[in-house]
């Protein structure tokens, strides 16, 4: 059975997620508050943690940076009534895998869930070879085929794209893509824009179009899983 932690002080609903997760096949665990929620994560494994940023002793962010030292793999939904772009983009620099917005739909909710699970990785060693769609990465040899066709990319686009392929189905922001690629004091936003139309080019027939790498307006890219 997969264990979810959910940290959330409404009790109304902590009892809400905990039937409709036990429905769904998984047991919930509860914590109160930031701090024990941190407590239970560091002491039990889990398969996905809920967390609400309003908690009554630390900030949900303090959680989140305290979660991502104890585990950079285990996936994190944020689920909070705070609808401010910035704190979402905040939560995704954090390294959280989804934000959902208070009131939610619990199917919804439910669904963000299974797919966060389905792409979590796996604590075993990985192929050095990336698979998706048409897409392959060969880590070993450094090489990038589209279609069979080896496609030649430069560092700084091989870097992006391996960045976005470690972290399928999550979207990154700019600010976590241009520390990770070019360090803290990197370009800016318009500049990575540069660089991602000139690696959509390469790989895609139809930048625009084709589903792999998906821009999300003022916050960041992600790249889809293609089945």
Known sequence: ????????????????????????????????????GINLASS???????????LPDIDGKEVIEALRVISNNIPIIVVSARSDSEEKIACLDLGVNDYVQKPFSVGELMARIRASIRNRKKDEPTSPVFVNGDLKIDSDAHKVYSKGKEIHLTKIEYDILKLLADNIGKTLTHNFIITHVWGPDGIDSNGLRVFMAGLRRKLLDDPYEDPLIETHVGIGYGMNKIS
Do not use: H, T, W, Y
């Not at 959330?8 to 998984?26: H, N, T, V």
């Not at 039990?44 to 309003?54: A, E, H, M, R």
């Open 1 to 36: 059975m997969n264990r979810i932690l959910v940290i959330e002080d409404d009790d109304a609903i902590q009892r809400l997620l905990g039937i409709s997760l036990k429905e769904e096949g998984f047991e919930a665990v509860k914590a109160s508050d930031g701090k024990e």
């Open 44 to 54: 039990q494994p889990f398969s996905l943690i809920l967390l609400d940023l309003g």
